[in-house]
């Protein structure tokens, strides 16, 4: 009898417990939360408040710097020519971008928001996807000049920036993309 009382106990305070903690991450208890939900609920409010930068955001605020940045295009999961948008561990958004300083005939036979034009900013759940996915081009790209870029990631941000621009004005979007935070 006292080995069936303390499972019944055991079980009912579970059950309680896991009842509170359901019910204070739905935000609807009325009643006072424990200690452990209280830290939990707030780690939530504080990843809420750091959201990784949209490649939107981060555009408008490479642009204000890199003016030969014009905004040629965004990315959506119909339109993407990598099919990449959204899918696990990869980008959550994307922008194409043209840079002034390219001749238009260098760039003649490439599509409109081609990385050749000017580039791309790609922005991703966390800091290792965006470094994955630098990695995975700079291997894919190495024994092809023609296909080459410069890649900077900042944080949960990827930009691509055209081989067509010299060194120098590469380095003016790197210092962009420091800025980032």
Known sequence: MLKQTLTITAAALLIATLAACSNTEAGNSGTPASPAAVKHSSTTKQDTASKPLTAGA???KISATVTAAKLSGTVTAE???NHLLGRPSQYTSK???SDSRISADGVSGTDEGDVDRGGAIE?????SDAKARAEYIQAVTKS???L??????????LVRVSHYLTPKQAGEYKAAAADLG
């Open 95 to 97: 922008v194409t971008f």
């Open 148 to 157: 080459s870029e410069y890649d900077y990631v900042q944080g949960t941000t």
């Open 58 to 60: 981060a555009f408008d």
């Open 123 to 127: 922005s991703f759940a966390s800091p």
């Open 144 to 146: 092809m000049p023609a």
């Open 79 to 81: 339109n993407d020519p």
